[in-house]
């Protein structure tokens, strides 16, 4: 019950997490989410908890058979996929509205390809979507049930679970293989200041490095930081003013 559940959890994540990679990577003016920076923090956080949920249901299931720990199960289920088909929608709507409206502003390399890779794997996701739904909300005996053993079940559930999970773990694979490492700016360390042209500021790659750079004659590391990238790196400093002389 366990893998049934972070199975699914793997599909929307992996999309979510191409589609925002692609959205992140797109100059600020056309990035849709730059201006809602809390709307991927809800995302994330609602996948995590029903990550949760689905663990503490799968426990409730295996754990024991009382009626209360097996009610409290399926409730977790139908809350976990709850969160799941909200986070499906906004990926899924995402990518279809930068396949169809953005493709011209992308411009890191390879990455139009995983938006069509997440495009083509979305009815696959909505299909084990659906599955879940009908599972969480069925009764046992039906062909959909949770723990339903026939034939028929069996045939089902190699249709709208193994075989649909196969298709896109296969095509996120190939995306992830074929598609460049992302190189946003960030990943740098420096980006420059808009405040004062002219100046350089730093980001979280910078702060990150600094950071180890601090810890690592506690880690028995050398420094190797490049001098000419130290003497780049300056935080949020004015240019200075030319003085004349009187």
């Known amino acids: 019950m366990i893998c049934e559940s972070v199975g699914l959890i793997s599909l929307v994540g992996a999309l979510t997490g191409l589609i925002f990679r692609v959205q992140g990577n797109m100059p600020a003016p056309h990035a849709v989410l730059a201006p809602f920076p809390f709307v991927t923090r809800l995302v994330h956080l609602a996948t995590i908890a029903a990550l949760i949920l689905s663990i503490l249901a799968g426990s409730d299931f295996s754990s024991t058979n009382s009626a209360s720990d097996i009610t409290q199960g399926r409730l977790f289920i139908k809350v976990a996929i709850g969160l799941l088909t909200g986070v499906f929608l906004v990926s899924g ?15 890191a390399p390879g990455e139009s390809r995983l938006v069509t890779v997440c495009v083509i794997a979305i009815p696959f996701i909505a299909v084990r979507l659906v599955y879940g739904w009908l599972g969480a909300c069925l009764s046992q005996g039906s062909i959909f049930g949770l723990f339903s053993d026939d034939a028929a079940a069996t045939g089902v559930r190699a249709v709208m679970q193994i075989a649909v999970e196969l298709i896109v773990a296969w095509l996120f694979l190939w995306a992830g293989l074929t598609v460049p490492k992302s190189t946003r700016p960030h990943h740098h360390g420096v980006l420059q200041n808009d405040r004062y042209p002219g100046t350089m500021r730093q980001t979280r790659g910078g702060r990150t490095a600094m950071l180890r750079q601090g810890f690592a004659p506690f880690s028995g590391h050398a420094n190797t930081v490049d001098p000419q990238q130290e003497q780049g790196v300056v935080a949020e400093t004015k240019p200075a003013h030319n003085v004349q002389e009187v």
Do not use: A, D, E, Y
């Open 93 to 107: 709507g995402l990518s279809v509205f930068t396949r169809t409206h953005q493709m011209g502003h992308i411009t």
